[in-house]
Every structure is written in C-alpha cells, then in structure tokens.
C-alpha cells in the first residue's frame, strides 16, 4: 500500500500470469507494419506476408451485407426469418476471420519472441475510417491482430517489448537519421538517402528505424548492410 500526494491510498497487485522464461537469444528485432505485408522486419527469416485471410470470406460478409440490406424490415415491422439468417451468416464469417488473424498473429508473435530479447515496434493505432477501402481494413486488422498478439506473448516470455511512435519512421534514415524533406509516396518501395547514400527497400529502412528509436542495438540484428552495397532482390 501507498499513499499520493492528495492522500489516496492505493495497493499494488501481483499479476498472477506466470512469466516463462525463454533463453537469452543476443539479438533483436525492429518491426514496421504495413498493408502488403502484415509486418516487415529487420530479419528476412520474421517476416509475415499479408494473409489475407479470408480474401473469400470478405466476398462473402459483403454478400451477406448486401442480403441484409435487401431483407431489412420496414419500419414498424418485424424482421423477417431471412434477415435474422443473413446476420447470423454475417457473425459467424466475422467470427471465423478474427479467428484466423489470432492464430496466425499468435504462431507469429510465437516464434518472433523465441528468437529475439527484444523487440521494437510500430505503435499502430488502426482508425478504421469509413472511407478506408476494404483491402486496407482487412490490413488494419490484421496488423491490429498481429501487434496484440506480439505484446502479449512478449509478456507472457518475460521479452522486451518497446513500441514506438509512428511518426516520420518512412522518412528517417536508419543509417544516419537524416530525415527526407517529403514523405515518399506509397509507390516508391525503396529508401534512398541523400544524406548518407544508403539505399534500402523502403519497409526495411523503416524496420530498422524501429530499433534506432527505440534505443535497440541494431548490430544485434542481421539484414544491416553497410551504404553502397548493392540492393539484394526485392521479395
Ligand atoms: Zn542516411
């Protein structure tokens, strides 16, 4: 028990999860999310292709929106059986899809804490904006999903886990911290810089920006290569 300034007492709760131990590994690992690939890593052997799950069970919650739609009641009226089937249908793919995005986060999250003390990642924050196409809320929740994931199996081994502010990771250079004046557009897929002449795929550079930031040794992980080196084959 301890008591604030203004005089509240308050009492601290061991949190009864058991914290397992993984082994001390020596390396670290800088993540940076996006919608092509669920999460780019500073390792080739981490990173997590966009699953799309359900690229099928989203044709089909469309199509049982738009059944909805057409079966929804008039006003004053009850809703008929076809409706109520449509929105079961609806829940149960919703259920089925947020339950691939867990396992796939969770399997993941798993091996990314074996093979890491810690880790640094993008603090994303999905804003599910009603004029996001679906393609990117699929993305959006699949990161969220993933990230979620990470943290608490970070918990569960005991790992560092820091996660880090998202703004101008795309722009910073990992090599030097040089900032690029623009943000470059989505299309550019490779960081260049002016400054120091390093030259990355651009979800790289930004993986790396993770650890730089937050204060991660980025000698303790692999995919550094030294400026002027060529640039190895595009995934
Ligand atoms: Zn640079």
Not at 82 to 97: F, L, P, Q, S, V
Not at 99 to 124: L, M, N, P, S
């Amino acid at each position: 028990m301890y008591q604030d300034s203004v005089g509240h007492w308050y009492c601290s709760f061991v949190v009864p999860t058991r914290v397992r131990p993984l082994p001390e590994t020596g390396r670290v690992l800088g993540v940076d999310w996006g919608v092509r690939q669920t999460a780019t890593t500073t390792s080739s052997a981490h990173d997590l292709p966009h699953a799309e799950h359900g690229r099928k069970a989203q044709a089909r919650l469309t199509r049982y929106d738009r059944m909805m739609a057409r079966r929804r009641p008039r006003k004053g009226q009850a809703a008929s059986k076809g409706y109520h089937e449509a929105k079961k249908w609806r829940a149960k793919t919703y259920a089925k899809i947020a339950r691939q995005r867990r396992d796939t986060g969770r399997k993941w999250a798993k091996k990314a804490v074996t093979d890491h003390d810690a880790i640094a990642v993008e603090d994303f924050r999905p804003k599910f904006l009603a004029r996001s196409s679906m393609a990117r809320k699929a993305a959006d929740a699949a990161i969220g999903a993933t990230k979620k994931a990470l943290i608490e199996m970070g918990r569960k081994h005991g790992r560092d886990i820091r996660l880090v502010h998202p703004a101008h990771t795309t722009m910073d250079c990992a090599s030097c911290g040089a900032r690029t004046k623009h943000a470059l557009p989505l299309s550019e897929r490779t960081y260049t810089c002016t400054a120091c002449g390093a030259v990355s795929p651009r979800d790289k550079n930004s993986a790396r920006v993770m650890l730089v930031r937050a204060g991660l040794n980025p000698a303790g992980a692999e995919g550094v290569r030294p400026p002027g080196a060529p640039l190895p084959e595009a995934a």
